[in-house]
């Protein structure tokens, strides 16, 4: 089945406790991307890659960072969290960046 | 600047009712134009997607969308709704093959009993 997973799907940590999201893809996509959703704010692109080893930001890149070693993998990292990082995260793949997009079930983080 | 508006935050409709939600965009040219759909606690569907061709096209779940050059919109439309298209609607622009994907707001569909 094509799908796109993300681990953990729920996540409390406390503020400064680095925290790694996996994301992954069995469909081949050479483009991955981080999204996050806030009420009233839509999705907002965090990062995202193009091929492995190259990975470019979005709109709100601060406090993360990301890594494409392997095709299928993408995930995204924070160093150190904090409370304005809680939010709904997104991992998606896709054949192209601007191309239909396949979304993870989406990891729901809380910083305190 | 592109950008993709969605001009109702909220909208409610009664079961069995026809539906319209409202998608804008801005971009000099004719983008790659996406409907999706998130309900409650679950990741974003694809229900439709515009690159060419017939200005009409038809998605799952029984929704449909038109691209209306002139208007710069692609609005989503749905002849009679049912209790379980409660969800929140994104309409997306994907600029050229190598650009991003912009996504709207979102429009948070309520279906009354």
């Known amino acids: 089945e094509a799908q796109v997973t993300q681990n953990p799907r729920y996540l409390i940590t406390v503020t400064g406790k680095k925290l790694t999201v996996t994301c992954s893809q069995n469909?081949?996509?050479?483009?991955m991307s981080w999204y996050r959703q806030d009420p009233g704010l839509g999705l907002r692109q965090i990062y995202y890659?193009?091929?492995?080893?190259?990975?470019d930001k979005g709109d709100v890149p601060e406090g993360y960072k990301v890594s494409r070693k392997e095709k299928r993998n993408f995930p995204l990292i924070l160093e150190s969290p904090s409370p304005n990082q809680t939010s709904l995260y997104f991992c998606?793949?896709?054949?192209?960046?601007?191309?239909?997009?396949?979304f993870g079930p989406g990891t729901r983080l809380t910083v305190t | 600047a592109q950008s993709v508006t969605q001009p109702d935050i909220h909208i409610t409709v009664s079961e069995g009712a026809s539906l319209e939600l409202r998608c804008n965009y801005s971009?000099?040219?004719?983008?790659?134009l996406f409907w999706y759909v998130q309900s409650p606690g679950q990741g974003l569907q694809l229900l439709l997607k515009?690159?060419?061709?017939?200005?009409l096209v038809q998605g799952i779940k029984g929704f449909e969308a038109e691209f209306k050059r002139s208007q710069s919109s692609f609005n989503l439309r749905k002849p009679s709704v049912h209790w379980s298209d409660a969800a929140e609607y994104f309409c997306?622009?994907?600029?050229?093959?190598?650009?991003?994907?912009?996504f709207g707001k979102g429009t948070r569909l309520h279906i009354l009993p």
């Open positions: 971009y000099g040219a004719t983008p790659y």
């Open positions: 998606a793949s896709s054949f192209s960046l601007s191309y239909e997009q396949y």
């Open positions: 997306a622009v994907g600029l050229n093959r190598d650009d991003k994907i912009i």
């Open positions: 890659s193009m091929n492995v080893e190259v990975t």
């Open positions: 515009y690159f060419s061709g017939d200005t």
């Open positions: 469909m081949n996509h050479e483009y």
